[in-house]
């Protein structure tokens, strides 16, 4: 069999009917299991995945006859990349689908931890009416220091745009990135300037656990830190010391080093976490809408379609 795909996650049909107009047959089997998968792979050319499971070296060798993977989303570490790429497998993902998911999910992060709209919340539902308390600060005049300019980031700096604020960002793996939304930095301006930090990088291996107690030590000013990159990149107990050391003001965290349940709750510091009034926790759905399913599909489509391999 030939230039057919298998597809064992939730996708927006868009992705389907444009692939078959390419000449491809597609198997869609989103309830599908790792050993399942695994037991069929080497019948099929293409393999689409969100995050259901890893795609590793043991399967990548069962994979005898894989040309291209495509990962319905951006981040790609649930993916061996290199052992892929040596195996001549082209890979394809999807960050231009949901980087305007992911940036106004960082700006509605940010804009609740500054004005206590979750503690309010829940105070006002609970009987008592606290303004002092609640007070907000107001974004404009401030700086905003992104990590990673890539589409994620770029996204957030262009949200950010309206609100007269500062934005500065540093890449370790591009240069000459300025444009009208983010002033290109060096990390050292990152952590002497930012009134507030957001991350925007994959999770590699350079970057897992880099967010740590010793680099919040650095910030010059207490911050506000958003995190809707990779959860593995933020060790969650140095984001809960440096609230309590005043380093962080609030934290608003999408993705954590430890998701789902009941993993998450069996970690020592979740209680301490999900029990502290100056942390906005979300599911991992920064990049997840009603608009980015459907968008994420046809930007796969389209790069497939560019590849020419039906």
């Given amino acids: 069999m030939k230039n057919n795909i298998l597809i064992v996650d939730d996708l927006h049909p868009a992705f389907i009917e444009q692939a078959e107009g390419f000449g491809y047959t597609i198997n869609y089997q989103p309830d599908m299991k790792l050993d399942e998968a695994y037991a069929i792979i080497n019948n099929y050319d293409g393999l689409v995945i969100r995050s259901k499971f890893q795609v590793d070296r043991k399967f990548i060798d069962q994979a005898t006859h894989l040309r291209f993977i495509c990962r319905a989303g951006a981040g790609m570490d649930n993916i061996d990349e290199d052992y892929a790429l040596e195996k001549g497998i082209k890979l394809i993902n999807a960050p231009e689908g949901n980087m305007d998911a992911v940036g106004e999910h960082a700006i509605g992060l940010l804009l609740s931890l500054m004005n206590n709209m979750n503690t309010a919340d829940a105070e006002i539902r609970a009987g008592n009416w606290r303004r002092e308390k609640n007070r907000g600060y107001e974004l404009k005049g ?52 930012s009134d507030v930090l957001s991350l925007h990088i994959p999770l590699t291996k350079e970057t897992d656990g ?28 140095a984001v809960l010391s440096a609230i309590k050391q005043g380093k962080i003001i609030a934290a608003g965290l999408d993705v954590l080093e430890v998701e789902k349940f009941p993993s998450l709750a069996e970690q ?39 590849l020419g391999l039906a």
Avoid: C
């Fill in 142 to 193: 401030r700086t905003v220091g992104i990590i990673g300019y890539g589409h994620m980031g770029s996204s957030f700096a262009k949200k950010l745009s309206g609100f007269d604020v500062n934005v500065i960002a540093y890449d370790k793996y591009k240069t000459g990135f300025s444009d009208r939304y983010a002033r290109e930095v060096s990390m050292e301006e990152i952590v002497k300037h």
């Fill in 210 to 237: 880099m967010v740590n107690d010793e680099y919040f030590y650095h910030f010059k000013k207490p911050i506000f830190f958003i995190n809707t990159a990779r959860g593995k990149i933020v060790k969650t107990s």
């Fill in 268 to 306: 020592a510091w979740f209680d301490e976490l999900r029990q502290s009034g100056k942390v906005i926790l979300s599911p991992h759905v920064g990049g997840w809408t009603f608009e980015s399913y459907r968008k994420i599909s046809e930007v796969m489509a389209r790069k497939l379609g560019e």
